[in-house]
């Protein structure tokens, strides 16, 4: 996983220690334990767990953690102290409700009416001011680049291409009118509604030689990146949904759609207008056959096609099977 400023996209909006955070979400909590407050200055994940951080753990989670003193534990598992010898955890009865209070109150994002960028207007794009673009790179009409954007060397980004809370490495192309950064779709399905969003406070990572075609949609991750591997080559109206890792060298036809949290090895290859579903694990030399709807892990070297997707010699079969019955 690659590591990043989060500040440098979403900048703190107000400095809480672990017994303001008691105080802040005092209406939903069951039980906690501050063993020694501190101050919070980052977000953890069941993935990276950083220091000075809230860690939000929902109990249908699994994850494996070394303690520390300094994270504290905010969670909906009521036996959560029963299991873990954790010096800091708060108990609470709704974690998205509190996953929002929290960090609404927090950090600065583009959801909240109170973010704010500067830019500046350079041939004929909107430039942020705490951007960072490398000077062999060249940047089309019509684009904007959001506040803690990074471009390295030698990218083409196109017409109409909105970049923000991303990183882009070298020898990138971005073609015309695709998004990346945008916001993931978290929210709670028992209370919906614009307002009610849950912070999307992680980022976009596209790593060395990524070619994106036109009219794609990357979204950011909840709390870390979502990745884009090397030399891999995205065609026209893709979507790519929030906390989405995809390895080295993928292969992704026209308008596949990749559902949160999925992560895909090396060396994919995705025939247009497949569907794949959240919270997978795709293997390395993975072929999935076009319009196909993946809904299970799959495992290294498989091709697969058809829905729900199988094995392509048993889809064959199946297809050859149908067409017979119905002669």
């Known amino acids: 996983m690659k590591s990043f400023d989060r500040s440098s996209f979403f900048p703190i909006k107000k400095k809480f220690n672990s017994n303001d955070i008691v105080s802040l979400i005092h209406n939903y909590v069951q039980k906690f334990n501050i063993f020694e407050s501190f101050q919070i ?3 953890s994940s069941n993935l990276i767990f950083r220091n000075n951080s809230i860690f939000f753990l929902d109990k249908n989670v699994r994850y494996e953690y070394s303690l520390k003193k300094d994270i504290l534990i905010i969670t909906n598992d009521y036996d959560f102290c029963k ?13 998205q409700k509190c996953y929002q209070i929290i960090l609404n109150k927090i950090y600065f994002h583009e959801d909240s009416i109170t973010f704010n ?6 041939n004929n794009s909107y430039i942020s001011k705490f ?6 790179s060249k940047i089309g009409n019509g684009c904007t680049i959001g506040r803690g954007v990074i471009i390295g060397k030698n990218c083409i980004i196109k017409n109409n291409v909105v970049i923000k ?8 192309i971005i073609s015309d009118n695709s998004t990346l950064g945008s916001t993931g779709f978290g929210f709670d399905l028992s209370n919906l509604g614009s307002k009610n969003l849950n912070p999307q406070l992680g980022i976009v990572y596209i790593d060395d030689g ?3 075609g036109s009219n794609c949609s990357i979204d950011r991750a909840k709390i870390d990146c979502t990745y884009i591997g090397k030399n891999s080559m995205l065609d026209n109206l893709i979507h790519i949904a929030h906390n989405v890792i995809i390895g080295n060298n993928a292969c992704i036809a026209g308008q596949v759609g990749i559902a949160g949290s999925t992560n895909l090895g090396d060396n994919i290859i995705i025939g247009g207008q497949a569907g794949i579903s959240g919270h997978l694990t795709i293997g390395n030399n993975v072929k999935i056959g ?3 709807g993946v809904i299970k892990n799959i495992n290294d070297n498989m091709v697969v096609a058809g829905f729900p997707a199988t ?16 002669v």
Not at 131 to 136: A, C, L, N, P, Q
Not at 165 to 172: G, K, V
């Open 83 to 95: 299991k873990k010898d954790c010096s800091n955890y708060i108990i609470v009865n709704n974690l």
């Open 165 to 172: 809370n991303s990183i882009l490495s070298d020898d990138i």
């Open 117 to 122: 960028d500067e830019f500046n207007f350079i």
């Open 210 to 212: 990524v070619y994106i």
């Open 311 to 326: 094995n392509i010699k048993d889809w064959k079969k199946s297809v050859i099977l149908n067409r017979k019955k119905n």
């Open 131 to 136: 951007s960072k673009i490398d000077s062999s």
């Open 290 to 292: 076009a319009k196909s």
């Open 41 to 43: 200055n980052e977000l």
